[in-house]
């Protein structure tokens, strides 16, 4: 604890502090025995010595607490678990064959209980940390359910292409806003999102970011004769030149349909990308979601 609180300065007590406990017992066991032999009990000490540290280092550890009556004064467990093995353990190098009895019996005997009670210990530490993961999945279930819930009564559903023939996949978790995935009869894959709260950038240019390619290195101050090759405005149209992507304002709301991406196509189960005439047929076929959608999507 010296070590802890005065650092490199107290590295000295860590020494000083067994050398006089092994001799203040070596004075003990000479006078326990009536051998004035304190060289000769200094094994003996020592043992003793480390069992003692021993035990202090299994409080630390393990209880999270260090005997410091200075700091808190009154009864602690943990004097008895440093003492009384050490007490025990000095019994066996005592002369009266009745100490080294008692000192095999006790250190038997507490060996023993040790053994008990850090098998219960352990076994009940595993029953409670179960209970609590069992628990904690349980609020956590519960806190899911009713922020759905909330979810459903808002009413803020993603929108979705309702293409004739197709099939909706449904909404990617990719943690950004709301995104969804329809495939085409002849297995072409449109993304379709609706961001209520873009990031505020230029409300120029913001709708072609959604429609954009990845990884482009647009920036704020960016104008529409920059995207003019490739993102143009038509009214409250955007739209890619080549046909594959589509937004609009609607409030402040961005809403916008692409041809989906490689990752996407997979993950829907289509055959590849849509096409132009794809992507222009679901950007006029944008519907909310239903609710018996979302609550199917959430399974």
């Known amino acids: 604890m010296v070590l802890l ?4 300065a107290g590295l000295p007590l860590l020494i000083i502090a067994p050398v006089l406990a092994v001799i203040l017992i070596s004075i003990i066991v000479s006078v326990c025995t009536g051998r004035r032999n304190i060289p000769g009990a200094m094994p003996a000490a020592t043992v003793v010595t480390f069992i003692a540290f021993v035990g202090l280092g299994i409080a630390l550890f393990d209880f999270g607490t260090v005997p410091m009556i200075w700091v808190e004064p009154g009864f602690e467990l943990v004097h008895v678990l440093v003492a009384v093995p050490a007490a025990l353990t000095l019994g066996l190098f005592l002369v009266t064959w009745r100490l080294r009895v008692v000192g095999v019996v006790g250190i038997a005997l507490l060996i023993g ?13 595993s029953s409670w940390q179960a ?12 806190q899911e359910d009713a922020n759905f819930e909330a979810y459903i009564q808002s009413g803020t559903f993603p929108i979705v292409a309702d293409l004739p023939g197709g099939t909706i996949f449904g909404v990617v978790s990719d943690g950004g806003p709301p995104r969804t995935l329809s495939t085409t009869v ?60 589509y937004a609009r304002m609607e409030g402040d709301s961005v809403i916008a349909t692409t041809s989906a991406s490689t990752e996407n196509v997979h993950l829907a189960g289509g055959a590849r990308p849509a096409s132009p005439e794809e992507v222009l047929e679901a950007w006029d076929s944008l519907r909310l979601m239903t609710e018996a959608e979302v609550r199917k999507s959430r399974e």
């Open 5 to 8: 609180l005065a650092g490199w």
């Open 113 to 125: 209980v040790l053994v008990v009670i850090t098998t219960s210990n352990g076994q009940h530490v």
């Open 131 to 142: 209970e609590r993961e069992a628990l904690d999945a349980q609020q956590a279930a519960a």
């Open 186 to 245: 002849d297995g072409g894959v449109v993304e379709v999102v609706i961001d209520r709260n873009p990031i505020p950038t230029n409300p120029e240019t913001t709708p072609c970011w959604y429609i954009s390619a990845p990884n482009m290195g647009l920036e704020p101050t960016d104008t529409m004769q920059d995207y003019a090759a490739w993102c143009v405005q038509e009214g409250g149209l955007w739209r890619l030149t080549d046909g594959t992507g």
